[in-house]
Antibody, heavy 125, light 107 residues
């Protein structure tokens, strides 16, 4: 079955860029959307954005000016870059498969059905 | 953005109890509503998608209902492994948004 694994530095300095990669194993990255979600300590879930395997993206407006999500189909990976980080960006970062349910041309649903285990990123000098 | 509001924020229940969690959307989202379970230190797990469809492998004691702006997640007979935090999430329009979570604790 499909598995996701996040990787990247666990500590980032303020004002620098957070960079994470999600590796997809057990299946192809093609024909799916892929999302990043984060969870600050003791708080709820925040969707960061998604990318389609073809490269088209959709970002949360609250983070749009600082976020870039990219995909490398040859490596079955997609990545997150978040620039100008502050302590407020300290969180567990998850990658997830953003599944869609289609009947004909109609999208009946979108849901995140496979998640990585998450990686903790702390922003501190 | 569509705001999702869950109630209650927390509840205490006993094994075998019937538990209901409510999620309300700030505008109509048809049936584009998903439920996730999260245990401490773990990633969220999809339970229910499109308001009432049970994800493969999820026990049948979990069920979802609703449409428009009001939705419910029901656990028909609470089991020890069900003590966790539950989140609703809308996928009607981006940005996808989550409820604040409902923590189900042991009574």
């Amino acid at each position: 079955q499909v598995q996701l694994q996040e990787s990247g530095p666990g500590l980032v300095k303020p004002s620098e860029t957070l960079s994470l990669t999600c590796t997809v194993s057990g299946g192809s990255i093609s024909n799916y959307y892929w999302s990043w979600i984060r969870q600050p300590p003791g708080k709820g879930l925040e969707w960061i954005g998604y990318i389609y395997y073809s490269g088209s993206t959709n970002y949360n407006p609250s983070l749009k000016s600082r976020v870039t999500i990219s995909v490398d189909t040859s490596k079955n990976q997609f990545s997150l870059k978040l620039s100008s980080v502050t302590a407020a960006d300290t969180a567990v970062y998850y990658c997830a498969r953003d599944q869609f349910l289609v009947r004909g041309v109609r999208v009946l649903g979108r849901y995140m059905d496979v998640w990585g285990k998450g990686t903790t990123v702390t922003v501190s000098s | 953005d569509i705001q999702m509001t869950q109630s209650p924020s927390s509840l205490s229940a006993s094994v075998g109890d019937r538990v209901t969690i409510t999620c309300r959307a700030s505008q109509s989202i048809s049936r584009y509503l998903n439920w996730y379970q999260q245990k401490p230190g773990k990633a969220p797990k999809l339970l229910i998608y499109t308001a009432s469809s049970l994800q493969s492998g999820v026990p049948s004691r979990f069920s979802g209902s609703g449409s428009g702006t009001g939705f419910t997640l029901t656990i028909s007979s609470l089991q020890p492994e069900d003590f966790a935090t539950y989140y609703c999430q809308q996928s009607y329009s981006t940005p996808w948004t989550f409820g604040q979570g409902t923590k189900v604790e042991i009574k």
